[in-house]
T-cell receptor, first 114, second 113 residues
């Protein structure tokens, strides 16, 4: 069964700093990979997804992620964070087979200090 | 714009009571899902459905039932609420499985006393 690990429960950075949120997955094939963001008192919203092709995918609000198959990783990056990026970020994986189950990581709470 | 709404937004229930959480989507999506969110566990799938009048068990279905009376509506039912079911519940919808984005509702905070 697939699984997703987000090793950092909390990350704190200063506004304008660069950001990397880590995500590693366990799956024998090449899965579909997602990053979702959850702002306070809201549901999750898709930031970006990877399913094939260029391993670096661009998302909304300047976020990007890189799929590294050899490392089973899909880390999220942003060159310069803004205070409004403070939220909880979830990495998720869906097997590239006939199933509609998506497995979510435990989430990383990002706090951006002004 | 795609929209998933949930009601109620918060609820306090008593142990042993019946709780119904409702979800409505205007996305014309076939797939709908119920998740629960607990600190340290992320989101876990309770039930899902890909067609009206049919539901499927997810990863943690025990203690929950689901109902999909129409394409737009999907309910989660706790027949005998327990303390361990205190959590935030999210409904979501999607066009299909695989690489399709899921659209989430705002969540329902359920507290069982």
């Amino acid at each position: 069964a697939q699984s997703v690990t987000q090793p950092d429960a909390r990350v704190t950075v200063s506004e304008g700093a660069s950001l990397q949120l880590r995500c590693k997955y366990s799956y024998s094939g090449t899965p579909y990979l997602f990053w979702y963001v959850q702002y306070p008192r809201q549901g999750l919203q898709l930031l970006l997804k990877y399913y094939s092709g260029d391993p670096v995918v661009q998302g909304v609000n300047g976020f990007e992620a890189e799929f590294i198959k050899s490392n089973s990783s899909f880390h999220l990056r942003k060159a310069s964070v803004h205070w409004s990026d403070s939220a909880v970020y979830f990495c998720a994986v869906s097997p590239s087979s006939n199933t509609n189950k998506v497995v979510f990581g435990t989430g990383t709470r990002l706090q951006v200090l002004p | 714009e795609a929209a998933v709404t949930q009601s109620p937004r918060s609820k306090v229930a008593v142990t042993g009571g019946k709780v119904t959480l409702s979800c409505h989507q205007t996305n014309n999506h076939d797939y709908m899902y119920w998740y629960r969110q607990d600190t340290g566990h992320g989101l876990r799938l309770i039930h899902y459905s890909y067609v009206a009048d049919s539901t499927e068990k997810g990863d943690i279905p025990d203690g929950y039932k689901a109902s999909r009376p129409s394409q737009e509506n999907f309910s989660l039912i706790l027949e005998l609420a327990s303390l361990s079911q205190t959590a935030v519940y999210f409904c979501a919808s999607s066009w299909d499985w695989g690489d399709y984005e899921q659209y989430f509702g705002p969540g329902t905070r359920l507290t069982v006393l």
